[in-house]
């Protein structure tokens, strides 16, 4: 995750840019998943993480928070997650033109970020959140994957980093996870 913060954050400044939210419902989720988990509680917000994770302090902020193996290297990159929020207080679109937008300018950005990149996606899918458009893109080192769920008065980039370590846990399904069982706090729809 460390050298992958820096590009992480960069790509949720890209996305605040876009300043997009909607209406979406929350619950928790039924979803059989095949590893442990424990409720992470944030000041704003709450999910669940897998139990062989904890916070990484030194790297995460109030803005910024980083998550991974309780054991990780003391350098390079390894798996992990991070969530970055922005309230903006503005309702927009609909996910039909949230996913327009990053179609327009997703590749071009990163490609002047992190030259290297390859492997460009853009989906968008539902989830018990919501609305959820998911991004990512590779390097010879990592896969890096952002899902951005659609919620009211909000930008929330929920980031993973795939470094290919071995590992009994599988990123994506960690990362869609910790999606589904999001909850912004004190964020009221109207």
Known sequence: V???NKRNL???VLA???AFGMTACSGGT???ISFETKVQEE???SFEIPTVWEKKNSLSSSEFLVYGP???PEEGVYSGISIAINVTGKKVSDINTVRAQFEANYE?????EV???KNFKIVSYKADIGDVLMVSYATDQVVITQHYPLIDNAIIAISSTDAGEQSELNMDEVTKHVVDTFQLKGNESE
């Not at 071009?108 to 002047?112: C, F």
């Open 108 to 112: 071009k950005e990163i490609k002047a």
């Open 115 to 117: 030259p290297e990149a």
């Open 2 to 4: 460390s050298m992958g």
């Open 16 to 18: 605040a840019v876009l």
């Open 70 to 72: 309780k054991e990780t």
């Open 30 to 32: 039924t979803k059989e």
């Open 10 to 12: 960069s790509l949720f």
């Open 43 to 45: 000041d704003f917000a």
